[in-house]
C-alpha cells in the first residue's frame, strides 16, 4: 500500500523558515516524480514544486521560486521542502504527492501537513 | 500559461441525479487532463486520468471524455458520497508545470 506521510508544518512568524517532510512507502520512490501541492484555507489545490527521480529535474510554482527548496533523500524514500522567507500567502495546506504512470498526473496523495504563516 | 476554467462554480442536485461538470482549457491540452474529487479533511483522489481513464478503485459511474479544450466529468447517478469539491488539471511540458482548475463544488 503507497503511504506518504508529511511532517513539519506549524505555526511561523512571517519572514520566517520552515522545513517539511514527507516519508514514502509501499512503491518504489526512486522510480517516481515526486511533487508538493498546497491548499489555502478556502481556495482550491495549487502545485507548488516538483522534483524528478535522480533530482536532475526540479520546477516551481512561480509564486514560491526563490525562496522554495525541494529534495529528496532515495536512500531514505523521504521527500522535503524548505520554505524561507515565508509570507500569510503562504498559509495553507502541504500536501506530498506522488505522480503516476506518466508525469502528467497525480496519483497519490498525502493527508497533509498544515503551515500557518503568523505573527 | 494555460488556463483551466471548471464551471458551474457550484452545482446543486440530489441524489441519483446526473451530474456534468466542464473544464475548458486556455488552449488545446491534447488529452492530458485529469480529475480530483476532494472532500473536506480528506487527501484529493484521482478519479480520472488522460481524459477519460478511471483510476483503480473508481466506480464506473464516473466517466470522463473530450480532448483539446473541452473536458466533461459525468457522475452518472449521484450517491450521497459524491458530494464534494472537483477540479480538473494539467500537465504543461514547457514551463514544466501543473494547473489546475479553480474547482466545482458539487452540493446537495
Known amino acids: 500500500e503507497v503511504q506518504l506521510v508529511e511532517s513539519g508544518g506549524g505555526l511561523v512568524k512571517p519572514g520566517g523558515s520552515l522545513k517539511l517532510s514527507c516519508a514514502a512507502s509501499?512503491?518504489?520512490?526512486?522510480?517516481?516524480?515526486m511533487n508538493w501541492v498546497r491548499q489555502a484555507p478556502g481556495k482550491g489545490l495549487e502545485w507548488v514544486s516538483s522534483v524528478s527521480p535522480s533530482s536532475g529535474d526540479i520546477y516551481y510554482a512561480d509564486s514560491v521560486k526563490g525562496r522554495f527548496t525541494i529534495s529528496r533523500d532515495n536512500a531514505k524514500n523521504s521527500l522535503f521542502l524548505q520554505m524561507n522567507s515565508l509570507s500569510a500567502d503562504d498559509t495553507a495546506l502541504y500536501y506530498c504527492v506522488r505522480v503516476g504512470a506518466t508525469r502528467d498526473y497525480f496519483e497519490y496523495w498525502g493527508q497533509g501537513t498544515l503551515v500557518t504563516v503568523s505573527s | 500559461e494555460i488556463v483551466l476554467t471548471q464551471s458551474p462554480a457550484t452545482l446543486s442536485l440530489s441524489p441519483g441525479e446526473r451530474a456534468t461538470l466542464s473544464c475548458r482549457a486556455s488552449?488545446?491540452?491534447?488529452?492530458?487532463l485529469a480529475w480530483y474529487q476532494h472532500k473536506p479533511g480528506q487527501a484529493p483522489r484521482l478519479l480520472i486520468y488522460?481524459?477519460?481513464n478511471r483510476a483503480a478503485g473508481i466506480p464506473a459511474r464516473f466517466s470522463g471524455s473530450g480532448s483539446g479544450p473541452d473536458f466533461t466529468l459525468t457522475i452518472s447517478s449521484l450517491e450521497p458520497e459524491d458530494f464534494a469539491v472537483y477540479y480538473c488539471q494539467h500537465r504543461t511540458n514547457w514551463p514544466p508545470m501543473y494547473t489546475f482548475g479553480q474547482g466545482t463544488k458539487l452540493e446537495i
Open positions: 488522460e481524459a477519460s
Open positions: 509501499g512503491f518504489t520512490f526512486t522510480s517516481y516524480t
Open positions: 488552449q488545446s491540452v491534447r488529452s492530458s
